[in-house]
């Protein structure tokens, strides 16, 4: 799957709306072009004090800092520290999206830290590749302030993460916004919010691809109520997605986590929790969930008294199922399914279920299809089957499934039931 294929409304939308100029970026605001302080563009010189000059230059109030000409390489042999409000704009960032002569930052073997080092708030970086040359170390984008923007940037082998959000002293990384970002071959994470002992929080991410990284395509420690739209993870060596002891209440719509992972589509690390995924394509088989059943595969369902602040939804793409063999007539107490998505059979007569055998951890999402050839019933609160084996239902009735019909499950351990979501 590539990003251009995918044409997804609530992507347009978000994209468009990162589109949208800050307050206070206007086309006569202040800027410089990098050649004008001694950059030279021509891929043999050290052109990283020039571009630290030319950033440097910019008056506090804010301005632009061009980077050159189209198809310019750009060599820094130490890290570029911004700390003030800049826009830092290239020419392009990706031939394969049809930019012929992309703009190119490359990291020196020399550079042990980070490329690119974002300490002020409200700066925005856009239109180039960062890549970098072999034996180099630290990331490639640290973003360590608030409210910096990063839009159609390429960035390529680094000793680290490709882009981090998140500050190693601890503080606070809020507001950061992202769209049209790649992250590919770069030593370990793809992208990675996280931010000592403070958060990297409410940021939104759209159109992100995280490919071939050392480790996961995209790993959040302490992050808390970041939102992410159409993201891509693809052949990375850890997971497609981590989600860290301390991540909380992050939100992905849409997206590819099923996409030949190495570690597997999708990690819940124990104490992560309230993370919610909508329509995210991955593999039942390839997720390893060890967050107590805090995390995911949970659905709004009110009236059977799910509890608000413990709600996902969820739509995920079954990569295999199995069978639920159970008699004809009444079934007390049926053996877990070994499958999220089960097949009903019976001998073939009607029949009905009173309770499920309870799973280990709170969270267990089912789906049961019938396909017996013949109508059955899901029993409310039968006292057949143990008490935490049982089946609760909205309105407090039995659940008829037809024939080729289906029932979706999720186990409260709250309440120590089954709840019925879909009937």
Known sequence: MRFPKRQLIGVAAVAWLLAVPLPG?????????????????????????AIQKAIDSVPAGGGMVLLGKPGDVFRIGSTIRID?????????????????????????????????????????????????????????IALDGNGITVRNVSVYRQGRDGVRVGRDDGGNSNSWAMTGVSAKNNGRHGFHFHSGSGNANAGVGTVLEASNNGG??????????????????????????RLGKDSSKNVFVGGDLDEANTAGDLMFE????????????????????????????RANDHEAGASASDVVAHRLTISRSSNMAIQDGANHNVALPASSFSRITSPG???????IEAPEAGGQWLVLANGTGHAGRIEFDD??????????????????????????????????RWRVLQP
């Open 349 to 355: 007569g009607e029949w009905t279920i009173t309770g």
């Open 84 to 140: 003030r409000t800049i826009r830092l704009k290239g020419w392009g960032w990706n031939e394969n999206y049809g930019v012929p002569s992309p703009t190119t930052i490359v990291k020196d073997s020399r550079v042990k830290g980070s490329g690119l080092l974002v300490a002020g708030s409200r700066t925005i970086l856009e239109d180039f590749v960062l890549d970098a040359e072999s034996g180099n170390g630290g990331d490639g």
């Open 25 to 49: 970026w206007c086309d006569d605001a202040p800027w410089v072009d990098v050649r004008s302080f001694g950059a030279k563009g021509d891929g043999t010189s050290d052109d990283a004090s």
């Open 270 to 297: 124990r104490g992560s929790g309230k993370n919610v995924l909508l329509y995210v394509s991955v593999s039942v088989g390839r997720i390893v969930d060890r967050s107590d059943g805090r995390a995911v595969y």
């Open 216 to 241: 996961d395509g995209f790993f959040l420690g302490m992050a808390v109520a970041n939102t992410f739209v159409g993201s891509l993870a693809e052949t990375n060596k850890g997971f497609g997605l």
């Open 383 to 416: 006292a057949h089957s143990s008490e935490k084996n049982r089946i609760l239902a909205s309105g407090g009735d039995n659940v008829i499934v037809r024939n080729l019909g289906a029932v979706e499950l999720i186990y409260d351990d709250g309440a120590s």
